[in-house]
């Protein structure tokens, strides 16, 4: 079992921006698809973005344009990077990794993922 931690979360002011880390650690040094997903008070999980160890990514179509995903393989990091966030971006935002064999680009969906990070909270006001 991988071992995922965020950070960067906190709190902005719409239009601001922020970057989400998640570094894996133990089980695997090798995760083939990583992901970040969101969850709102009282809303289902959904997933934000995810991207391929070669590099293909799927990003949602709520925050295409504003978010970027990106990894860095040597350091076993997956970061979001979050630009013009508005306030129903507000939500916990969890790191996610698929160890075994997963498409390219991965599919936005949790049951593709194996293991989960305790989530780090973006909060955006207006």
């Known amino acids: 079992q991988v071992q995922l931690v965020e950070s960067g979360g906190g709190s902005v002011q719409a239009g601001g921006s922020l970057r989400l880390s998640c570094v894996a650690s133990?089980?695997?040094?090798?995760?083939?698809?990583m992901g970040w997903f969101r969850q709102a008070p009282g809303k289902a999980r959904e997933g934000v973005a995810a991207?391929?160890?070669?590099?293909?990514?799927r990003i949602a179509d709520s925050v295409k344009g504003r978010f970027t995903i990106s990894r860095d393989n040597a350091k076993n990091t997956l970061y979001l990077q979050m630009n013009s966030l508005k306030p129903e971006d507000t939500a916990m935002y969890y790191c996610a990794a698929e160890i075994g064999v997963c498409s390219s680009p991965p599919l936005l969906s949790s049951y593709y993922f194996e293991s989960w990070g305790q989530g780090t909270q973006v909060t955006v006001s207006s």
């Open positions: 133990g089980g695997t040094s090798s995760t083939a698809c």
């Open positions: 991207i391929h160890e070669f590099g293909s990514t």
